[in-house]
């Protein structure tokens, strides 16, 4: 266990508070949409989905342009607000009856948009608070944990709210979420300097480098890029397999879909956390074969999750699946944490969010289209197997390191 001054000790515990609200909120409030969306346009409810991974995308590709030139706790703080103002909007059209499509998609592509600023801004935080490199990965740990406690929380706040408050008002939850990691926020940081920042470029050079930065300092590192190809492809199976795949294939098989993916992703998230506190005290000593693991298991989980029409058995393979995350995350943060400059930090992090989307986006896309050709089960089989393709390919080229210790070095 680590030590830390009272200071940090207070503002950790506070930003973590934070993020653990902001990532529940977030967590609930995907699969609110994607059910509203799907009352509407049923299978269509993909293309949703899609708006927001493109808004996240467009946002972490082009928001450095201006919250590089803010504090991070402002980014932060204003992201919390104003997503929820916006979400309180849709529980209103909810009580009004004026819910549609349209209100939908605009405000969700919105909070998307400000929801693209957050993440950045904290990962730049936490070097100001965790200066010691021993204590960073455990710091790295403890703030992955939050999104496994969130996919724990989200979904059974979801189980919890069923049936007595109407989906429209899932947003009022979701609202409140946000408006409290606000203020946890505010209170972690209001004694913190501002993390540094380097000025390299000004005028338009300011404004290319706030989008390609990221790219500079890591198109040098072939562990970084091959983590950055696996996210994608792993956020493509996420998406397509467990966010809307999932959904889809519960109201056409499940009597009961709504308990059972609530279950479903209530035992992905223990999975989660179990595994982030497993490995939230080893140091990844090789990050490489950490993301290969992950690729693996979660691959093979979700190319059998469609085959599991017992809901212990659904719950048993979705927690096998999530034993993927803390392998992939820890090693990706301890990858941008030694090999990037600190204050290259955001940039490097809104790099893995464009490839995070990315995946989203192409899945959301081809998502519709692949159903109905082959399916929503197949396709879902079939993404899994990608990933576990991708996972494959790491061992391969490990190999042929291995093998040509020489020719590696040079490449």
Request: charged share 10%; aromatic share 10%.
């Amino acid at each position: 266990m680590f030590v830390l001054k009272p200071l940090s000790q207070r503002s950790i515990s506070l930003l973590w508070t934070g993020q653990v609200l902001a990532a529940t909120g977030s967590e609930f409030y995907m699969v609110a949409v994607v059910w509203i969306a799907a009352d509407f346009i049923g299978r269509d409810a993909g293309y949703v989905s899609a708006l927001q991974s493109g808004t996240l995308l467009f946002g972490s590709l082009f928001g450095g342009i201006v919250t590089d030139r803010w504090r991070h706790s402002t980014t932060m703080i204003t992201a919390d607000l104003l997503r929820a103002a916006l979400l309180l909007t849709l529980s209103l059209a909810g009580i009004l009856h004026l819910m549609s499509l349209p209100l939908l998609v605009v405000l969700a592509g919105s909070i998307a948009l400000l929801t693209s600023t957050f993440d950045p801004s904290l990962q730049a935080t936490l070097p100001t608070i965790a200066v010691d490199a021993e204590i960073r990965h455990a710091t790295n740990g403890l703030f992955d944990a939050t999104r496994r406690m969130a996919r724990i929380l989200g979904p059974s706040l979801i189980a919890l709210v069923n049936g007595f408050l109407p989906k429209t008002q899932f947003f009022t939850v979701t609202a409140a979420t946000f408006i409290f990691s606000a203020l946890a926020v505010w209170l972690a940081v209001a004694k913190l300097p501002a993390a540094s920042r380097r000025r390299d470029f000004s005028g338009m050079a300011a404004v290319v480098d706030g989008v390609l930065g990221g790219w500079r300092a890591a198109r040098g590192h072939v562990a970084i890029l091959y983590g950055l190809f696996t996210n994608l492809m792993g956020n493509v199976a996420w998406a397509m397999g467990i966010l809307l795949g999932m959904i889809l294939h519960l109201r056409e098989t499940s009597a009961d879909p709504l308990t059972d993916y609530s279950l479903m992703m209530t035992a992905y998230g223990v999975g989660n956390l179990t595994t982030n506190l497993i490995l939230g005290s080893v140091k990844p000593r090789r990050p490489v074969v950490w993301i290969i693991a992950a690729k693996l298991i979660f691959g093979s989980g979700v190319f059998l999750l469609p085959l599991m029409h017992d809901r212990i058995w659904l719950m048993i393979v979705a927690c096998f699946a999530a034993i993927n995350g803390p392998f992939e995350n820890l090693a990706m943060l301890h990858l941008m944490q030694t090999r990037s400059e600190p204050h290259r930090l955001a940039q490097v992090y809104r790099l893995l969010m464009c490839a995070i989307f990315t995946g989203l986006l192409l899945a959301y896309l081809m998502s519709p289209t692949l159903f109905a050709w082959f399916g929503i089960g197949p396709s879902i089989m079939g993404s899994g197997a990608a990933v576990f393709l991708s996972g494959v390919l790491g061992v391969g080229l490990l190999a042929w390191k291995q093998a040509h210790p020489a020719r590696a070095k040079t490449s």
